[in-house]
């Protein structure tokens, strides 16, 4: 917990050191307005509304990643369904295949007194 506490002392030093050096006031122009803030002042308040709009658009590809897996998932969960599916249909196959009475013999004479004919 000292190290998180000095560590962050550590990098409020250099912010505090840029407030005191660069707190003069400066002419800000936009359209028909005109005002003055401190140099500071801008440049952190530019620095604080980046940090947020990258943490705003992460949260949005972070949700979108987040809804494609979901999707992603469910596409899965029915391809193993149908695939179960089919397995059991095959195996209905096989045992109805397995079941019926093997071809006779007088089948396969035809064939050749057919092919005699010829």
């Known amino acids: 917990m000292k190290l998180k506490i000095l560590a ?9 050191i840029y407030v005191v050096q660069n707190g003069s006031l400066v002419p800000i122009h936009f ?9 500071a002042l801008l440049v952190l ?6 940090v947020i709009l ?4 992460s ?20 391809l193993k369904k149908a ?5 059991k249909q095959q195996e209905k196959q ?6 019926k009475p093997i ?7 035809s064939e050749n007194s057919t092919k005699s004919d010829d």
Do not use: I
């Open 8 to 16: 962050g002392l550590l990098m409020l030093t250099p912010v505090l």
């Open 31 to 39: 359209l028909k307005w005109e005002y003055a803030a401190s140099q």
């Open 45 to 50: 308040s530019s620095l604080l509304v980046g």
């Open 54 to 57: 990258g943490l705003m658009l």
């Open 59 to 78: 949260y949005v590809r972070r949700n979108k990643e987040k809804s494609q897996q979901k999707k992603t998932e469910r596409k899965a969960k029915q």
């Open 83 to 87: 695939e179960e599916k089919l397995k």
């Open 94 to 99: 096989q045992k109805a295949e397995e079941q």
């Open 103 to 109: 071809d006779s013999p007088s089948e396969g004479n």
